[in-house]
């Protein structure tokens, strides 16, 4: 079983930086997509970075030049640093880890940290 966990979140002020971390266990197999989505009130949830585990990225275009994703495929862990927070980043972060395996994807979720920006 295929267990995330979070950390990092917290209240910033607009323009500041937060680091979020997620460390996967469990049964991994590689390769692997990992990755960050986010979900404000009444929205839906959005996919912010994912980072394949051969180095591939993808970002929303509303964070790009903002935020930074990386991984250490050792440690089974990825990273969102996150630069020039405005409001509109307030959300709860969910990490994810998505594995193919044949014609079937297998999505794991964190339990979600909450990023509050606010002066």
């Known amino acids: 079983q295929v267990q995330l966990v979070e950390s990092g979140g917290g209240l910033v002020q607009p323009g500041g930086s937060l680091r979020l971390s997620c460390a996967a266990s469990?049964?991994?197999?590689?390769?692997?997509?990992m990755g960050w989505y986010r979900q404000a009130p009444g929205k839906q949830r959005e996919l912010v970075a994912t980072?394949?585990?051969?180095?591939?990225?993808n970002y929303a275009d509303s964070v790009k030049g903002r935020f930074t994703i990386s991984r250490d495929n050792a440690k089974n862990t990825v990273y969102l640093q996150m630069n020039s927070l405005k409001p509109e980043d307030t959300a709860v972060y969910y990490c994810n880890l998505r594995v193919q395996s044949g014609p079937l994807t297998y999505d794991y979720w964190g339990q979600g940290t909450q990023v509050t920006v606010s002066s």
């Open positions: 469990g049964r991994i197999f590689s390769p692997n997509v």
């Open positions: 980072m394949t585990s051969g180095g591939s990225t």
